[in-house]
């Protein structure tokens, strides 16, 4: 009996030691990837603010040329954020936005919305998300060029109605076999150009101009 209790304390203290080691490493594991995976975020990020905004287009450094904008949940910006802003010689030419789209089919679908000092959408990229791989994420240019016909895209252009996806009506294509993403990307975008549309103030005072939009 003394053997056999001897031998379930060792076996427990094996286990106890193995299971602090396993947890270490996992944690270790999990901060150097983070990092990583963090890294590779804003890599990918400020490839995709050139792509929107070509550098022929501006001559500031964008990366380093950004406005303080507030949070409005009506339009799912939950906390005050930072958007970038290309100028010309000074002149505002455009503005990015990081946008969470929370309801993509798999969830958050982190993009970036590139927009003029007229209210036009510059540009479109999806930066990160967990869609289906061959489905959702379509999203993606890299994957397909339905990005691409946000481009020009305004409030009136089409209306408000219009920006849906063609199942409920609207303008704008879906995937064959995967709506949800499609539609959760759309409604960003929209939700993007109708916070621009309530926040001219904001814009007028941090850019020293006003991003002009045909009201909804």
Known sequence: ????????????????????????????????????????????????????????HHNNDMLNDSVQLPADERFRFPEPFTAWVARLDGAPVGLIFPVVAPDGYSGDIHLLVGVSPEGEVLGVRVTSHKETPGLGDKVELKKSDWVLDFNGRSLDN???????????????????????????????????????????ADLA??????IA????
């Open 205 to 210: 005072a941090a850019l020293g101009t006003s």
């Open 158 to 200: 089409p209306t408000l109605d219009g920006w849906a996806v063609a199942k409920n009506g609207g303008a704008f294509d879906q995937f064959t076999g995967a709506t949800i993403t499609p539609k959760a990307v759309t409604g960003a975008v929209k939700n993007t150009l109708l916070y621009l549309n309530a926040h001219q």
């Open 213 to 216: 939009q045909e009201s909804p």
């Open 1 to 56: 009996m003394a053997a056999l209790g001897q031998s379930i304390r060792r076996s427990a203290i094996g286990l106890g030691l193995f299971a602090i080691f396993t947890g270490g490493t996992i944690a270790v594991t999990q901060s150097l990837t983070a990092e990583r995976i963090q890294d590779q975020m804003a890599r990918a990020e400020a490839r995709a603010l050139y792509e929107i905004i070509p550098q022929s």
